[in-house]
């Protein structure tokens, strides 16, 4: 099983200001995705990171608003940019295994905007 | 198109009771089913898996059966503990569809003592 350690845990911030996520995995992965869990929601996914090339994004998710970097296979920042207070949400990393076909996620950073 | 169901929660439940939180799918292909969960403060850790029609996942005396007929993955436990108090997600995995994840809405259970 993959490792996947995402800091930070949990962040309070400024409105108009931006925080930028990192999530590391212990072992090279092809597939990383990002999520935002809204409170009390299911997860959504903003978009899935590419190694060498742009992330995919969902409908509703632009990259202007959540620039993803993807450097290389094991690591990997979503930037939540010009913060409002409706980007109070938990964001999540997560890996897909396609071998095992499993999917393992980080322990998500909890932002709130004030 | 794809979609995954749960029961509406909270679900509340003394501890002892048995537990029954109903998932349905609806999927082209062959999908992998799952459940996770979700402790208050934390991400989401994989309870149990089933791969193929008739798998049974288990796992913390968590069972669940991937049943193609009925399209379900209903999750049991026989006697619930305080500490499974959680949020708990059905998922699939779509593997004929570039591996797409796709979720239920969650149920939140609570135990009381």
């Known amino acids: 099983s993959a490792v996947i350690s995402q800091k930070p845990s949990r962040d309070i911030c400024q409105r108009g200001t931006s925080l930028t996520i990192q999530c590391q995995v212990d072992?090279?992965?092809?597939?990383m995705f990002w999520y935002r869990q809204q409170p009390g929601q299911s997860l959504t996914l903003i978009a899935t990171?590419?190694?060498?090339?742009?992330?995919?994004?969902e409908s509703g998710f632009v990259i202007d608003k959540f620039p993803i970097s993807r450097p290389n296979l094991t690591f990997s920042t979503l930037t939540v940019s010009n913060m409002s207070p409706e980007d109070s949400s938990i964001y999540l990393c997560?890996?897909?295994?396609?071998?095992?076909?499993?999917?393992?996620f980080g322990q998500g950073t909890r932002l709130t905007v004030v | 198109g794809d979609s995954v169901t749960q029961m509406e929660g909270p679900v509340t439940l003394s501890e002892e009771a048995f537990l029954t939180i109903n998932c349905t799918y609806t999927a082209t292909g062959y999908p992998s089913l799952f459940w996770y969960v979700q402790y208050p403060g934390e991400g989401l850790q994989l309870l149990l898996k089933?791969?193929?029609a008739d798998d049974k996942g288990s796992n913390k005396g968590f069972e669940a059966t991937y049943r193609k007929e009925t399209t379900s993955f209903h999750l049991e436990k026989g006697s619930v503990q305080v500490s499974d108090s959680a949020v708990y997600f059905c998922a699939l995995i779509l593997r004929d569809s570039n591996y797409q994840l796709i979720w239920g809405a969650g149920t939140k259970l609570i135990i009381k003592p």
């Open positions: 990171a590419n190694q060498g090339s742009e992330a995919t994004y």
């Open positions: 089933a791969t193929k």
């Open positions: 997560s890996v897909l295994d396609r071998a095992q076909i499993m999917a393992f």
């Open positions: 072992s090279q992965v092809t597939m």
